[in-house]
């Protein structure tokens, strides 16, 4: 919506990279689910980054998660992060969609609106960590 997320998942992915794991990036509203779900089926690790919007999960990554239960793609290992303006909530929602597909979780963050340095270099941090516990899983 306002690039904030999108800033943050850049650095996520460089410290997933850092780490020799590679990484397939989607931007959930450019790109088709028919491009999405087969990447969700080879990779036992899932980064989700989504803002919330209107107390609740992006409406597109919502879609995405929901065709993933849909098409059965179970037990996966997931992280997630985004962003909010006011309430949050999206990482709420989230949590709940990671149950019921059954994908275990590493750990999630939130940030209201821009991330500052601090934070993206908690964004760095967190992907390169969880690429290190998608190695040794």
Known sequence: MYGNTERM???VAQGIM???VPVNIYNVSRVTISKILPSLWLNRGV?????????????????VMKMALRKH?????TAG??????????Q???NG??????WT??????????PDSEEMSKGRQFGAEFARFIKNV
């Open 97 to 102: 969609r990671i149950e019921a597909l059954k």
């Open 73 to 77: 793609i179970f037990n996966k290992y």
């Open 18 to 20: 850092d780490e020799g």
């Open 9 to 11: 998942m850049e650095v």
């Open 105 to 114: 979780p590493f750990g999630n963050f939130e940030f209201k609106g821009a």
């Open 47 to 63: 980064m989700i980054g989504a803002p919330t919007y209107e107390g609740g999960l992006f409406p597109d990554m919502a879609h």
């Open 92 to 94: 709420r929602e989230y």
């Open 81 to 90: 992060f985004g962003s909010h303006a006011w309430l949050g909530g999206g």
